[in-house]
């Protein structure tokens, strides 16, 4: 591993525990692996827009038939896009608004989840066409999830499998930082799991 891209997506700042939960598991990744490389995507520095008509034409037009103002219309997708596919490990530390991704991290997933650069339309469905990586999505979350009483549904966790599954990435794991509102100790725990999945993407390889 030598580069990581890194997806902070809470508006709260230094309040934010998914912010908070991020940077400690880099800090971690960055002892094992002193000379990683992190780039950083920062979904609200500024906030990231969510895609307008003509990227939307655009991104279905034929690649052929483009000119000058669909390129235009596709660069931020192109620099998204550029920013997985350089990247060994991507880290991903948000929140989890109304059971699913907040919509800032929906738009960056419209961004790269895209027809005939990212993925290919076949009568079997959908074929990813960039190369796998390990994801790791660390989502904090106010509710608890489970069978027990008030517990909520988790829609982030298929919703996120499914779509970066389609364009080819499927090595990804979900660490819930579950009851914020009520404990604030499970950050801790949470990022003791997260140690295993650490020493997983820091192995050296060959």
């Known amino acids: 591993m030598t ?3 890194h997806i902070p997506v809470s508006p709260r ?8 939960a991020g940077y400690s598991l880099l800090a971690r990744l960055r ?38 103002a669909q390129d235009e219309a596709l660069a931020r997708s192109e620099i998204l896009i550029g920013e997985v596919e350089a990247a060994d490990v991507i880290l991903i530390s948000t929140p989890m608004n109304n059971f699913t991704v907040p919509s800032v991290l929906k738009a960056w997933i419209d961004y790269v989840v895209r027809p005939g650069r990212t993925f290919d339309i076949t009568p079997n469905g959908k074929v ?11 989502v904090a979350c106010g509710g608890r999830f489970g069978e027990q009483p008030g517990a909520q549904s988790d829609f982030f966790t298929p919703y996120v499998r499914y779509a970066l599954g389609s364009v080819g ?18 950050i801790a725990e949470t990022l003791q799991r997260a140690a295993s999945w650490v020493s997983r993407v820091a192995a050296p390889t060959g």
């Not at 990435?169 to 499970?186: A, F, M, N, Q, Y």
């Open 3 to 5: 580069t990581l891209l």
């Open 128 to 138: 990813g066409l960039l190369a796998n990586r390990p994801v790791l999505a660390v």
């Open 31 to 68: 002892e094992a692996v002193p000379t990683l490389e992190v780039v950083t995507r920062d979904l609200d520095a500024p906030p990231l827009p969510h895609p307008d008509r003509a990227f939307v034409e655009a991104s279905l037009m034929p690649a052929d038939d483009r000119g000058p």
């Open 13 to 20: 700042g230094d309040a934010s525990f998914s912010r908070a």
């Open 169 to 186: 990435i499927t090595d990804i794991e979900v660490l819930r930082l579950e009851g914020l509102t009520r404990d604030p100790s499970h």
